[in-house]
């Protein structure tokens, strides 16, 4: 069975502050893993994703994300924050059956 | 490229009402899933359609929810009776899904918010 585990429902951080997002994986086979960010009455939003190519991925508005199998950790990291990127992001696994499991998400929430 | 459509985006009930929600994926999109996001939760769900055949509905309530794709491209859930712990975001998703894209990835649509009194 798969799972994901967000630590942490709620992260502040300053705005120019180190962004991380923490995200641990199960899974029996080769996960894909992804992290997608949710804003205010809004769908889910891809930021990146890892489908067994390269471990560091890189995303959309400076995110990146570094796949470490001996740590089942899929973490997301952002080397400035920016007023903008307050939101709530969730992370995912999927399997060979296309079905994503997601995490409880973790509310980002950026401070002037 | 259009995204995935729905409608409406924003319904209120009273409980053991039917309400019904539309989803219109993305084109060329053989994959659809509804999920059901709870306030403060991961979205979680409900039931996946491969054109027009269902993959997996474990976790549809089936005793008041119901799902159909039709043609294999527009879909309909339904729930009757509402209960006020239906009280969600309805999520439609796509996803393109071949063996040669290998890409898993699903694009959402806007949702839409349930408040059942």
């Known amino acids: 069975a798969q799972s994901v585990t967000q630590l942490g429902s709620h992260v502040s951080v300053s705005e120019g502050a180190l962004v991380l997002l923490r995200c641990n994986y199960s899974?029996?086979?080769?996960?894909?893993l992804f992290w997608y960010v949710q804003y205010p009455n809004q769908g889910l939003q891809l930021l990146l994703k890892?489908?067994?190519?390269?471990?560091l991925v890189k995303g959309i508005n400076g995110f990146e994300a570094e796949f470490k199998k001996s740590e089942t950790s899929f973490h997301l990291t952002k080397p400035s924050a920016h007023m903008s990127d307050a939101a709530e992001y969730f992370c995912?696994?999927?399997?060979?059956?296309?079905?994503?499991?997601f995490g409880t998400g973790t509310r980002l929430k950026v401070l002037a | 490229e259009a995204g995935v459509a729905q409608s409406p985006r924003y319904k209120i009930i009273e409980k053991r009402q039917s309400v019904a929600f539309w989803c219109n994926p993305i084109?060329?999109?053989?994959?659809l899933y509804w999920y059901q996001q709870i306030l403060g939760q991961g979205p979680k769900l409900l039931i996946q359609?491969?054109?027009?055949?269902?993959?997996?509905d474990s976790q549809l309530p089936k005793d008041r929810f119901s799902a159909e794709r039709l043609k294999g491209v527009d879909s309909t859930l339904k729930i009757q009776p509402a209960k006020l712990e239906d009280s969600a975001v309805y999520l439609c998703?796509?996803?393109?899904?071949?063996?040669?894209?290998?890409?898993?990835?699903?694009?959402f649509g806007p949702g839409t918010r349930l408040t059942v009194l």
């Open positions: 998703a796509s996803s393109l899904d071949s063996p040669a894209s290998g890409s898993h990835e699903q694009f």
């Open positions: 899974s029996s086979v080769p996960p894909y």
């Open positions: 890892y489908t067994s190519a390269a471990t």
């Open positions: 995912a696994v999927s399997s060979g059956t296309y079905k994503y499991i």
């Open positions: 084109s060329g999109h053989a994959t």
């Open positions: 359609f491969q054109n027009n055949g269902v993959v997996d």
